[in-house]
C-alpha cells in the first residue's frame, strides 16, 4: 500500500519537471542504484555460479527476491577477492548496453542531470556514454574512490557531468565487492559529498534496500523544498529505512511496469524527446534493412526450393517414362523373339510340304 505521506508519480510528471530544470540550468542528481545495473540483469553465468553456493533455487524466484539471495550468498561465504573477481567478470560475459542504457547516456549528454551517483560498479554506463558519443573528460567525469579524486570532486575544474562510482570499479580493480556497511566510514570525503549532494533534488531508480542500503542511509530524512523521485519496480517495505526517506521527504514514485529500468528510461526519454535516440534509430533502420534482406532471402529460398521440388516431379516422371519405355523395348522384343520363332516354324512346314 502507498504510504501516507509519499504519493504516485508519472513518466510525464517527471519528464516535465526534468526538462523546467534543464531550461532553468539546474539538472537534478540521478542516483542509479543496483537495480539498474548489469548484475541485477543477472546472466545465466552469474546465476549458475550463485546456485552453486545457495542453499536455495534461484529458480521460480521474482527477480528482485533472487538479487537479494544473490546478496546474501557474497556476503556469507568466505570468497577471497580473487573469487569475486572472477565471478563479476563472468557474470558481466553475457550483459551488454540496452536501449534503455543508451536513452540514459543521452540524457546526460544533453545535461538533464547535474551529478550522477552509482553503486554499480559495472561500465556499462561508461559504454553507452561511448556510444553516444560522449568521452570522458570533455563531456563527464569519472570519480571512483581509492583513488587520488578527492580534490576533484570537492573542486572540479570545469562544469562537467560528474558520474560518482560510490563503491568503485571493476574494470580499475578498485571496488567493495560485498557493499560492507563500513566502506562509506572509512570515505569520509566521499560520504560528506554525498550527504550534502542527496540533500537536493534527486531521481532515484533501481535502489535496493540491501545491495544499496549503505548509501541509503545516507539520504537526509530533512528533504526541507526538494524534489524526491523512487523509480523501482516494487515499493520499499514498511518497516525499512526506505520507506522512512519516503514518508520524511515526501517523495513521489513510480512504480509497477513503468518502475523498471528499461521501461522507465525508454519512455522517460520519449517523452522528453518525442523520438528514440539516433544510434537506436540507425539499430532499427540496421534491423529493418536485414529483415528485408532476410525477407528477400526466404522468397528466394522459397523460389529455389520450388524449381527444386519441380526438378525433382520432373525427374520422377522421366524416369518412370524411362521404366516405361524399358517395360515396352522387353515387351516388343519378347514378341519379335515368338515371331522369329513362328516364322522359323512355318518355313520348316512350308519345306516339308514341297
Known amino acids: ?33 543496483a537495480r539498474a545495473g548489469a548484475f541485477y540483469r543477472l546472466s545465466s553465468t552469474f546465476q549458475e555460479i550463485i546456485m552453486g553456493f545457495s542453499e536455495r533455487s534461484l529458480q521460480g524466484l521474482a527477480r528482485p527476491a533472487a538479487f537479494s539471495e544473490c546478496y546474501r550468498v557474497l556476503n556469507e561465504h568466505a570468497f577471497s577477492e580473487r ?4 565471478i563479476f567478470h563472468a557474470a558481466l560475459r553475457d550483459v551488454t548496453v540496452t536501449d534503455a542504457d543508451l536513452c540514459l547516456a543521452e540524457l546526460v549528454k544533453e545535461e538533464y542531470f547535474s551529478e550522477v551517483i552509482t553503486t554499480n560498479i559495472d561500465d556499462l554506463l ?24 578527492e580534490q576533484r570532486l570537492l573542486h572540479p575544474e570545469r562544469r562537467l557531468c560528474r558520474v560518482i562510482k560510490v563503491f568503485g570499479d571493476l574494470v580499475a580493480r578498485v571496488y567493495d565487492a560485498r557493499h560492507q556497511r563500513s566502506y562509506l566510514d572509512r ?35 530533512d528533504g526541507g523544498l526538494t524534489s524526491t523521485w523512487f523509480v523501482d519496480e516494487d515499493l520499499p517495505s514498511p518497516e525499512s529505512h526506505m520507506a522512512r526517506v519516503f514518508n520524511a521527504r515526501q517523495a513521489r514514485y513510480i512504480t509497477g511496469w513503468d518502475g523498471h529500468y528499461d521501461n522507465f528510461l525508454k519512455a522517460l526519454f520519449w517523452h522528453l524527446k518525442s523520438s528514440m535516440p539516433a544510434n537506436i534509430r540507425n539499430s532499427f533502420d540496421i534491423l529493418s534493412e536485414l529483415r528485408k534482406i532476410n525477407s528477400e532471402y526466404m522468397i528466394a529460398q522459397r523460389e529455389r526450393r520450388e524449381t527444386r521440388e519441380l526438378l525433382q516431379d520432373t525427374l520422377m516422371q522421366l524416369s518412370s517414362l524411362q521404366q516405361q519405355t524399358e517395360q515396352c523395348f522387353q515387351l516388343v522384343t519378347s514378341e519379335l523373339s515368338m515371331l522369329r520363332e513362328q516364322l522359323g516354324s512355318l518355313r520348316r512346314l512350308l519345306l516339308h510340304d514341297e
Open 126 to 149: 561508461e559504454q553507452a556514454f561511448s556510444q553516444a558519443g560522449m568521452r570522458e573528460g570533455q563531456h563527464y567525469e569519472v570519480f571512483i574512490p581509492g583513488r587520488s579524486y
Open 83 to 86: 573469487d569475486l573477481d572472477s
Open 1 to 33: 500500500m502507498p504510504r501516507r505521506d509519499s504519493s504516485e508519480s508519472s513518466i510525464p510528471e517527471i519528464a516535465k519537471l526534468l526538462d523546467i530544470r534543464k531550461q532553468g540550468g539546474s539538472g537534478i542528481v540521478l542516483v542509479l542504484g
Open 187 to 221: 570515505k569520509v570525503k566521499l560520504k560528506e559529498h554525498l550527504q550534502q549532494v542527496l540533500g537536493s533534488d534527486i531521481l532515484a531508480i533501481g535502489l535496493d534496500q540491501r545491495w544499496d542500503a549503505e548509501l541509503i542511509d545516507l539520504i537526509p530524512l
